[in-house]
């Protein structure tokens, strides 16, 4: 039997593309009645060997085992994240760039963060360009720091877009940001010829529009894919334990197993290495501060549900 690639799902059929055929034409398959016995779904980015029926349609008979899994957007075997923040128009949420790396260490998958609209700082008045500038220069060397590699990106003249196109090659990759950020316009300019929905910024209410409504993978020209998908709108911390939050602040584990109590939290025990690491300035106060809010809201949403 054939093995192939789920690239789209939608109204209950999965479009397998064969393997070795990248962009080729893909299979309108139904899922075997087995898989919903087990409680299991196939998903976008799963692996799959499926037959062809008489009809011409096919049938998913099995799902190879996953790399990683995303909860929302529901996709497997996302190798790379790009977090795609603007410097303008919005302005980046630090708390939200923090909340989605915590859910991509949780998934295990790599995450380079993208930094859209740097072209709009010129438009700006020179002063708070010049804040903005600064802020942007100290944000990078702390996540860069960190460990995640950061790329800077303009619509205008294309700048970083080549850097973004080789950081993709050969991955099954997944775009994720709020909304107004310039996903759209970014996932344009990695697939010429594809022209994905695009909408200008609400300027009264400070977003912008959803524009995608179903998870699809879309063939690069350098290789591999990327998912166009409908994004991480509604981030919660259902699917992650309070225990295993810390781990997910990549700076946190070169201290943590310091800490005098197994299991610490970082929180109130006494004889914790990664509070001293904030007090020693090695962690930055915005990601501590980030790591006590998230954990009062697991905290809490353990509480309601």
């Not at 300035?281 to 998230?294: N, Q």
């Amino acid at each position: 039997m054939p093995k192939g690639l789920i690239v789209k799902a939608l109204s209950g059929y999965y479009y397998v593309e064969e393997e070795g055929k990248r962009g080729g034409k893909s299979v309108q398959c139904r899922a075997r009645g087995i898989f919903k016995k087990k409680g299991v779904s196939p998903l976008v980015g799963d692996r799959v060997v499926y037959s062809i029926t008489e009809n011409g349609e096919g049938v998913v008979n099995e799902i190879e085992p996953r790399e990683s899994e995303l909860i929302r957007p529901p996709i497997a075997n996302v190798s790379l994240a790009g977090l795609v923040f603007s410097v303008t128009e919005p302005e980046l949420n630090m708390q939200l760039l923090d909340k989605f790396l915590v859910h991509i260490e949780h998934a295990e998958v790599e995450a380079v963060i993208l930094l859209t609209k740097w072209d709009l700082l010129d438009r700006l008045p020179e002063e708070e360009s010049a804040r903005l500038g600064r802020r942007m220069e100290e944000l990078i060397a702390l996540y860069r720091r960190i460990g995640y590699e950061v790329i800077a990106t303009s619509a205008k003249g294309g700048f970083g877009y080549q850097g973004v196109a080789d950081r993709l090659a050969d991955q099954i990759s997944v775009f994720a940001g709020q909304s107004g950020v310039g996903k759209s316009s970014l996932l344009n300019a990695m697939l010429p010829g594809v022209s994905l929905e695009t909408n200008q910024i609400s300027q009264r209410l400070g977003r912008g529009k959803h524009t995608t409504r179903h998870v699809e993978l879309l063939p690069l020209p350098q290789g591999g894919y990327i998912a166009d998908t409908p994004g991480f709108s509604q981030l919660d911390f259902l699917e992650l334990g309070v225990e295993q939050l810390g781990w997910c602040f990549r700076e946190f584990r070169s201290y943590s197993g310091d800490c005098k109590f197994r299991g610490c939290t970082h929180i109130h025990e006494p004889g914790c290495r990664v509070k001293e690491a904030v007090q020693e300035g090695l962690i930055a106060d915005s990601r501590y501060e980030h790591y006590l809010l998230f954990f009062d809201e697991m905290k809490d949403k353990r509480r309601r549900y």
